[in-house]
T-cell receptor, first 111, second 114 residues
């Protein structure tokens, strides 16, 4: 079982819609969660971090964490073609000195 | 700007050659990492270092070695390159005043082993 799982996609949404990206994790003691955006051929870029249950908003991005369900999501409001990228979910477990990455979900925003 | 840089950005080499990938950072972070990324497999950790005297193997360290020359420099070596080491390699750093697990990536090195 992968420690951090994401649907590979592609997830296609029309411009202006809300894109919803989901991630599950297997280690119940995971404490910190991260979303990275990666454009094709480029390096991952950190866009959101979340540590507590609930929602965290930053501009058009909202990260949601539900530790009971071991579920993390990223909502992108008013999606733009420039949001088209692969989104990586990552989790840090308290007992380990490393972060585990999911394989990413490819998002396509259709103009 | 504080940054993470990698050299070279692209490298083509032949099977059996020894090569070194270099990473430098001006973020002042203590922690540095080397990952490789392959299509469908995501980012996999090769080695990580929490300070100059602390080096740790990641999940796929076989065939690789590293050197932490200074707080700001972390090099990855392939002692005898083989074709299945063809991949995109990223260096990352973390630490500072934020969450120590928030990682910041360099631009990557695209390595091709023929």
């Amino acid at each position: 079982q992968k420690e951090v799982e994401q649907n590979s996609g592609p997830l296609s949404v029309p411009e202006g819609a809300i894109a919803s990206l989901n991630c599950t994790y297997s280690d119940r003691v995971s404490q910190s969660f991260f979303w990275y955006r990666q454009y094709s051929g480029k390096s991952p870029e950190l866009i959101m971090s979340i540590y507590s249950n609930g929602d965290k908003e930053d501009g058009r991005f909202t990260a949601q964490l539900n530790k009971a369900s071991q579920y993390v999501s990223l909502l992108i409001r008013d999606s733009q073609p420039s949001d088209s990228a692969t989104y990586l979910c990552a989790a840090h477990s308290g007992g380990y000195q490393k972060v585990t990455f999911g394989t990413g979900t490819k998002l396509q925003v259709i103009p | 700007d504080a940054d993470v840089t990698q050299t070279p950005r692209n490298r083509i080499t032949k099977t059996g050659k020894r090569i070194m990938l270099e990473c430098s950072q001006t973020k002042g972070h203590d922690r540095m990492y080397w990952y490789r990324q392959d299509p469908g497999l995501g980012l996999r950790l090769i080695y990580y270092s929490f300070d100059v005297k602390d080096i740790n193997k990641g999940e796929i360290s076989d065939g690789y070695s590293v050197s932490r020359q200074a707080q700001a420099k972390f090099s990855l070596s392939l002692e005898s390159a083989i074709p299945n080491q063809t991949a995109l390699y990223f260096c990352a750093t973390s630490g500072g005043s934020g969450n120590i697990y928030e990682q910041f990536f360099g631009p990557g090195t695209r390595l091709t082993v023929l």
